[in-house]
């Protein structure tokens, strides 16, 4: 059955994967304290990253509008269903005003299917489920099934952060000045994950970089030992050398099936700062 995909700019796709799915993106927006731009749009990541430097200081984000929504489903086919599988709710509003705009069409045109599921993460996470979706859609799933299985497959997914600086937490608000300024002279790299509820919280607190990327790769082994018929998903802030060697490093301990790498768009690079990684894949039911 042929079904539209549908993201927001909170996910990174790797351009192997977008060229052999067809997935509209709804972008979010960052504001700048001179200009506001549309993620993947108005603003690209070279740009960007030139911006933080002249102006020192780091964008706002905000989730696309419930019409923003309304518009993008509005221009596919009515008899294509829609997939839509969001940033995680724990993060952000996209997830309400996905679902506030799929109301909006259902009222015009009631017979309309749409689906929309809060994944529970982000970046890398959403192109993982995306690749799911593609994986199944190929398989013959009908709507009702595939969206079921996205919603148990949320469940199942597995995002892990590593940051190599503190600076965009501090320079954002999200981290106390002192505390980073602490952090920085003890060479403190902070472990993230996705919670549960789609939150992101410190797994763990390490010193150095190279035990916290040792660690890093160790957590993989920790959700999942059935890594054959899998899949893992890295995208990288700006350090694409670090990314390839630290993907090297995790498939030659776990032998994933296929391992996709991309860079992190303009919204997961204004929190994970410079060098971020971050991984995706399905823990053991």
Same mark, same amino acid.
């Given at each position: 059955m042929e079904m539209q995909l549908m993201t927001d700019g909170g996910a990174d796709i790797p351009a192997r994967l977008a060229n052999t799915l067809?997935?509209?993106?709804v972008p979010l927006y960052l504001h700048f304290s001179d200009e506001q731009y549309k993620t993947g749009v108005t603003i690209d990541l070279p740009t960007f990253y030139k911006k933080i430097e002249e102006m020192h200081e780091?964008?706002?984000s905000s989730a696309p509008s419930p019409n923003d929504f309304y518009e993008a489903y509005k221009k596919i086919d009515a008899n294509k269903p829609i997939i839509m599988l969001s940033l995680s709710r724990g993060l952000s509003s996209t997830y309400e005003n996905a679902v506030t705009g799929k109301d909006m069409l259902l009222e015009e045109e009631p017979d309309r299917k749409i689906a929309v599921i809060n994944?529970? +993460?982000? +970046?890398? $996470?959403l192109a993982l489920l995306l690749h799911e979706a593609g994986q199944k859609m190929k398989e013959g799933y009908s !709507?009702?099934?595939l969206s079921d299985h996205l919603h148990k497959r949320t469940e199942q997914t597995t995002t892990l952060f590593v940051l190599k600086t503190l600076e965009n937490l501090v320079l954002g608000g999200r981290l106390d000045k002192v505390k980073g300024t602490l952090a920085k002279t003890l060479n403190i790299k902070l472990l993230m994950k996705a919670s549960d509820e789609g939150t992101i919280e410190v797994a763990e607190k390490v010193r $150095?970089? %190279?035990k916290s990327i040792r660690r890093f790769i160790e957590q993989i082994g920790e959700y999942? %030992?059935?890594v054959e018929d899998k899949v893992?998903?890295?995208t990288h802030c700006n350090a694409e050398e670090r990314a390839k060697k630290v993907l090297h490093d995790i498939t030659s301990k776990y032998p994933f099936k296929d391992a996709y790498l991309t860079e992190t768009g303009p919204l997961i690079s204004t929190y994970g700062g410079e060098g971020a990684l971050v991984i995706s894949f !399905? %823990?053991?039911a």
């Open positions: 067809d997935i509209v993106v780091l964008p706002r994944a529970k +993460s982000a +970046s890398c $996470g !709507f009702d099934e $150095g970089d %190279k999942t %030992k059935n893992i998903m890295m !399905f %823990k053991d």
